[in-house]
Nanobody, 116 residues
């Protein structure tokens, strides 16, 4: 059983920064297949940044503004979000998928709202 708990969301103005964190507990192997997705109302859940077997992969829309990091000892991943834009407004979800053919695990989500 896997539990993912996100924190760090909030309301910021355009151009400001936020740091999201996600701590995993339960039956997880490592942070090598963890990452972040986001979903705005009425839209699909999109990949933001993930570790794919330890390699960092980013969504094209990030454009160098976001940085994924981790603390393996704490089973925690982070998302440093700089130069936030109103279009970044969404619920950000932590994800863990141990293998390609298994169902993903999701956290409860944390709301990020960026005002103009």
């Amino acid at each position: 059983q896997v539990r993912l708990v996100e924190s760090g969301g909030g309301l910021v103005q355009a151009g400001e920064s936020l740091i999201l964190s996600c701590t995993a507990s339960g039956s997880i192997a490592s942070t090598n297949t963890m990452g972040w997705y986001r979903q705005a109302p009425g839209k699909q859940r999109l990949l933001v940044a993930i570790y794919r077997y330890g390699v960092r992969l980013y969504g094209d829309f990030v454009k160098g503004r976001f940085t994924l990091s981790r603390d393996n000892a704490k089973n925690t991943i982070y998302l440093q979000m700089n130069s936030l834009k109103p279009e970044d407004t969404a619920v950000y979800y932590c994800n863990y998928q141990p293998t390609n053919d298994t169902s993903p695990h999701w956290g409860q989500g944390t709301q990020v709202t960026v005002s103009s």
